[in-house]
């Protein structure tokens, strides 16, 4: 990183030749804002959780060679192949993970909305029972800021 310079020729042949970004600025502000940009680039996002919709079990099936199979009625929202879900029993989770099969009727189904039942069973895991709740969510990442505090902005002061 350079302010107010330029490199020497066998520098930037140099630098070229073994993949170093040189970048080069005559605005500090420039400078501070590409070096905050990419160490918030390299900050691991945090992740929210949004609830999509709540299914209730109200039955279940066991199917010879493919296990168990819940009888569902869909509350609140909607429940989506692609979402994660998590299996309530009295408030508590017993388990997280993802759906296997999603049908509606006997047709393989990508969602179903609040209203309808279905049928669903879940990845590794056979020991749901009637009453259980299964809630529907999305693991969205959110990225990472670096507070700015330009300096002589807000920095403190030291005293004399």
């Known amino acids: ?18 993949g170093v970004d040189v ?3 005559t605005i500090i502000y420039e400078a501070i804002a590409d070096i905050r940009a990419a160490m918030e680039g390299m900050l691991e996002p945090t992740y929210r959780e949004q609830v999509h919709g709540r299914v209730e079990i109200r039955r279940i ?20 192949r692609s979402y994660l879900v998590r299996l309530l029993r009295d408030q508590v989770v017993v388990h997280e993970g993802k759906l296997a099969s999603l ?3 006997k047709d393989d189904v990508r969602e179903v909305a609040a209203g309808y039942e279905c049928g ?18 999305e693991r969205i990442p959110v990225m990472r800021r670096i507070n700015p505090t330009p300096a002589g902005r807000d920095a403190p002061r030291p005293s004399a």
């Not at 099936?61 to 989506?80: D, L, S």
């Open 61 to 80: 099936f066991n199917i010879a060679g493919t296990g168990t199979i819940a009888g569902c009625y869909v509350n609140e929202g909607k429940i989506a």
């Open 103 to 105: 049908k509606r009727f």
């Open 120 to 137: 669903l069973s879940l990845e590794g895991f056979q020991d749901i029972k009637q009453g259980d709740v299964i809630e529907a969510y």
């Open 23 to 25: 970048r080069l600025y």
């Open 1 to 18: 990183i350079g302010f107010n310079v330029r490199p020497e020729s066998k520098g930037a042949t140099l630098a070229a030749k073994e």
